[in-house]
């Protein structure tokens, strides 16, 4: 089993939904879930992962993300700074706008945010503020 499949199915167990609820939820035909969940879907479109991570309540970032990397990797000086940059952040937009927000969405944003800043600009990066604003607003959605 593949680790999406994986991530799904732990995803799929902590939320106590199956996979008609998944079906139900985005539309997708049963086939399309269940072929996914069985690895017989090869490269499943970005377009029914991302309505698959919708109905488990997490980003389709979240859903890709490898987990047991991010744990195990040391982090730089310059990382944690980021890191803490991207949480004050989160954390003072999230109450500024008044918006009430469970830790897991809480916890995901703040990672969504620090892996742009890092991915987005390599050699100085900062927090985006244009993506911070969109990405709470995505998730403020859900």
Same mark, same amino acid.
Request: glycine share 2%; charged share 25%.
């Given at each position: 089993?593949?680790?999406?499949?994986?991530?799904?199915?732990?995803?799929?167990?902590?939320? #106590?939904?199956?996979?008609?609820?998944?079906?139900?939820?985005?539309?997708?035909?049963?086939?399309?879930?269940?072929?996914?969940?069985?690895?017989?879907?090869?490269? @499943?479109?970005?377009?029914?992962?991302?309505?698959?991570?919708?109905?488990?309540?997490?980003?389709?970032?979240?859903?890709?993300? #490898?987990?047991?990397?991010?744990?195990?990797?040391?982090?730089?000086?310059?990382?944690?700074?980021?890191?803490?940059?991207?949480?004050?952040?989160?954390?003072?937009?999230?109450?500024?706008?008044?918006?009430?927000?469970?830790?897991?969405?809480?916890?995901?944003?703040?990672?969504?945010?620090?892996?742009?800043?890092?991915?987005?600009?390599?050699?100085? @990066?900062?927090?985006?503020?244009?993506?911070?604003?969109?990405?709470? #607003?995505?998730?403020?959605?859900?």
């Amino acid at each position: 089993m593949t680790n999406l499949q994986n991530r799904i199915r732990e995803l799929m167990a902590q939320k #106590d939904i199956n996979a008609v609820k998944i079906e139900k939820t985005t539309g997708l035909n049963r086939n399309t879930v269940y072929s996914i969940l069985a690895g017989n879907s090869k490269t @499943p479109s970005a377009q029914n992962l991302q309505l698959i991570a919708k109905a488990l309540g997490v980003s389709l970032e979240f859903l890709l993300l #490898d987990v047991e990397k991010i744990m195990i990797e040391n982090l730089t000086a310059e990382q944690i700074k980021i890191f803490c940059d991207a949480t004050n952040s989160v954390t003072t937009s999230i109450i500024e706008k008044k918006i009430n927000i469970s830790l897991e969405k809480l916890v995901a944003l703040i990672k969504e945010v620090y892996q742009y800043s890092i991915e987005a600009e390599a050699e100085s @990066p900062h927090i985006d503020d244009k993506f911070l604003r969109w990405t709470i #607003d995505k998730y403020h959605k859900f």
